[in-house]
């Protein structure tokens, strides 16, 4: 018997193994890949958003300024590398410098360092905006951290303080008994069964899936949003210092340009609703739609410099919001499921918090 069985070895169980591992208790880490960070959180843009952009009220807004202030001191504990670099947030339009004073006021209402510019005093920061940029929003909290150094850091941690890690574990059942959970695994068909006072689902796109385990009836779903991102080569000078953001629509922050902290630069990502839980395939003809997203924000791209392409997925929740939150039904069963983007910034504050 444990106290705590954390499913899923991404960011989120990552950062919730590494507060709990402060703790007196058992904690055991379950996950189906063969390492850590396999899933939606590998494939990412790595950036540390500010938190000017999720709808007020909402937990994607709380995690993402609470996590947004924890990266520093973190990432210095745990010897990870990052760079506050900044970011700009541009306007092509007047319809669009419109919303950029929401996002402006929005930011300012949650105390998140900002400045609006006009487009020639910011090509002077930033030589390759685009010409077409008429108004700017500079956000000089934004960082950059390389996703899969994060997840590492943070579950090596939690391991050298006692909590285990048990990789190529699929679950395949979870069941309520009087005082504890048992969550059976399978591996090399094998199965494991797994007791503990506490379950806390991380389960990324299979979140819902992984619910559905314990609660069949359970309405929340996950759609699979893939990405697909296009990395330049190094450059002596590269394409931009800082994330170039369009103005957000429904369908998320847009097509981006953004420096690594490996001193490439990402182009992406696009968003495209598809069913399979497990299709990470690329499609070189996705780099025309982000070419002709990207002209309008950023000009003088090397697309002859393209080095590689991946894609990664986007748990996106049909609550639009964060499920962070223990189950009525289900006492000691916490949800930190619907973790889509800005899920990477949010990840040790919904650690800290559950």
Known sequence: MIDVTVIGAGVIGAAVAYYLSHYDCKVTVLEKENDVAEGTSIANSGIVHSGHDPHPGTLKA????????????LCRHLHVLYRQTGAFVVAVSTEETETLKQLKQQAADRGIPCQEMDGEAARKLEPNLSDQV?????????????????????????????????????????????????????????????????????????????????????????????????????????LVSRPIYPVPSKLGKGILAIPTIHDNVLLGPDSEEITDKENVGTERSRLDFIRQALTKTVKNIPFDKVIRSFAGL?????????????????????????????????APAIGRYI
């Open 62 to 73: 709380r995690f993402n300024v609470e996590g947004n202030r924890m990266y520093p001191e």
């Open 134 to 238: 008429i108004r700017v929003l500079s956000l000089p909290t934004t960082g950059v951290v390389d996703p899969w150094e994060i997840t590492l850091g943070l579950m090596e941690e939690a391991v050298l303080n006692g909590c285990e890690l048990e990789l190529n574990e699929k679950v395949t059942a979870i069941k309520r008994m009087e005082d504890h959970y048992e969550v059976t695994t399978e591996r090399d068909g094998q199965q494991n069964i797994w007791r503990s006072r506490y379950v806390v689902n991380c389960a990324g796109v299979h979140g819902d899936d992984i619910y559905r385990l314990l609660a069949p009836a359970a309405e929340f779903r996950i759609t699979p949003r893939r990405g697909e991102y296009f990395v330049l080569d190094n450059a002596i000078q590269p």
């Open 314 to 346: 986007r748990p996106s929740g049909s609550s639009g919001d964060f499920v962070v939150r223990e189950e009525e039904n289900y006492p000691g069963f916490i949800q930190a499921i619907g973790i889509e983007s800005p899920g990477l910034t949010a």
